[in-house]
């Protein structure tokens, strides 16, 4: 078995040809053809080879335009043909029939990858895994065998159900295979780490159609870089997933709203829950900063508390913002399946549905700093101001419990980010237009910028599942 270093480098190696998929379900291919795709030859040829239950979907049926249709109108795939697997061997019948045909092609399951480089993909197939989404749960409890087209709020209804929970992301539309091949960050990281820290094998289609299985102890090598950097080695059809009893099955949440005379306490109370990364592991904070005029005419900041357990237990945590006079507040106990529809990130939320366009630019810090934020606010007040196709957009910043996460060897995966305590980011949304389009990064990388600056010394760590698409595969991958 190759070092870690090795192992590192031929991954490194890897990525710098295969740069395509850094966060859609799972796919490989950077190639663009100029070959003249032929969907209804491709329907009828390579429909003959699949399971009678699998698909092929053509650009005049509304399952087509309807499989195409993605979270972000910006920098999307041009898709000829998309085909709907039902089974593992579709799926690789599907890659082997591309590649005979010098095909580009790109798994797809929830449509929320935002990277540029989706938009490599000129006139080539689409490997619809959403129908891989069964749910088994074993005899002991411990685990699931769990679809690649599962997401988030499937598995966490399936398993409350069950009186179980996993790791999941935050937002109830999104797949759990997309996230969690880059890592996968969620509100339950603090009892169970990323979501990837949960995976115990993977059945998977490679580059070349064959069907694997990896795990720690079989294809380790692929196990380890499908950990962190798994969007480009292989389509995940199936996993054996972690899950774990309800430890929590009702969460505190609360929210305040302050003005930007209040930023410098606001995140001075942030840190000091957060101390350097060891908040405890029930608890989340998500604040971000928007633009609202019906509220003022500056962007307020808004901090959102998510605790898992009872008020009486939260309250300590929430006490130093009620001590800054908040202008808005509000609370409520939830159940953990409603959480996301209470915070706005549920299946029918604004943030789930498609047609505007959206990009990401993170960063990961240790701390905030709050001369870079004040520096970030006013880059973000300009945006908005002067584009108000953007009044949607949001700056995040999200800090999650991580001594779970980062309890594990960081040797012992692909994801290179474990020392990072919190993640910030602009969410740039807007109307789609070219122009727009062009906007968005010139902003995007100020901000980026303004917050890297806050930690001098400190090399530049954008988490793959929201990178914009200019990094560098070191910034990426470490």
């Not at 010098?102 to 080539?124: E, I, K, Q, W, Y």
């Amino acid at each position: 078995m190759p070092t870690m270093h090795v192992v590192r480098q031929i991954s490194v190696l890897c990525l710098s040809i295969c740069f395509l998929i850094l966060h859609g379900s799972a796919g490989i291919s950077e190639r663009e053809t100029t070959s003249s795709v032929n969907a209804y030859q491709v329907q009828r040829d390579l429909g003959r080879q699949l399971s009678p239950r699998a698909r092929i979907f053509v650009h005049d049926s509304a399952a087509f335009v309807s499989a195409i249709t993605r979270w972000s109108a910006a920098q999307n795939p041009d898709f000829a043909v998309v085909v709907m697997p039902d089974t593992d061997e579709d799926v690789a019948v599907a890659v082997r029939y591309a590649n005979q045909w010098d095909v580009p092609f790109l798994a797809v399951n929830r449509g929320h990858g935002s990277t540029t480089d989706m938009s490599n993909c000129r006139r080539g197939i689409n490997i619809y895994v959403r129908n891989l989404d069964s749910i088994t749960i074993a005899e002991d409890g411990q685990s699931a065998t769990l679809g690649g087209g599962v997401y988030g709020d499937q598995l966490v209804r399936t398993l409350r159900a069950n009186g179980k929970v996993a790791a999941t992301g935050a937002c109830a539309c999104v797949g759990l295979m997309g996230p969690g091949l880059g890592g996968g960050l969620g509100r339950y990281q603090g009892f169970y780490g990323l979501i990837m820290d949960n995976i115990l094998d993977l059945t998977l289609v490679t580059a070349d159609g064959s069907i694997v299985t990896a795990s720690l102890n079989e294809n380790p090598d692929l196990f380890w870089a499908m950990g962190g950097a798994g969007h480009n080695f292989g389509i995940v059809t199936s996993v054996k997933y972690k899950i774990y009893d309800d430890p929590a099955p009702n969460w505190w949440i609360a929210s305040y709203r302050f003005t930007r005379d209040r930023l410098d306490q606001v995140f001075d109370a942030l840190n000091q829950i957060n101390g350097n990364g060891s908040q405890p592991k029930e608890l989340t904070t998500y604040t971000f900063l928007a633009f609202d005029q019906a509220v003022s005419d500056e962007p307020s900041l808004v901090v959102t508390i998510y605790y898992a357990g009872p008020a009486t237990a939260a309250l300590p945590y929430a006490q130093p913002f009620l001590d800054l006079d908040p202008s808005t507040i509000s609370n409520q106990t939830v159940a953990y399946p409603d959480l996301a529809d209470a915070v706005g990130t549920g299946m029918n939320s604004p943030i789930c549905q498609p047609g505007n366009s959206a990009a990401i630019f993170p960063v990961g810090l240790l701390r905030f700093n709050t001369t870079a934020i004040h520096a970030v606010y006013d880059i973000y007040t300009e945006l908005v101001i002067q584009h108000p196709d953007f009044s949607h957009s949001v700056v995040q910043f999200e800090a999650y419990p991580v001594q779970k996460v980062q309890s594990v060897d960081p040797a012992s995966t692909a994801y290179a980010h474990r020392g990072d305590n919190l993640l910030v980011s602009l969410l740039a949304a807007y109307t789609p237009s070219p122009a727009n389009d062009a906007t968005a990064p010139l902003y995007g990388t100020r901000i980026r910028a303004a917050f890297h600056a806050g930690q001098p010394g400190r090399q530049l760590n954008a988490y793959v599942n929201y990178a914009y698409g200019d990094e560098t595969p070191e910034q990426v991958y470490g």
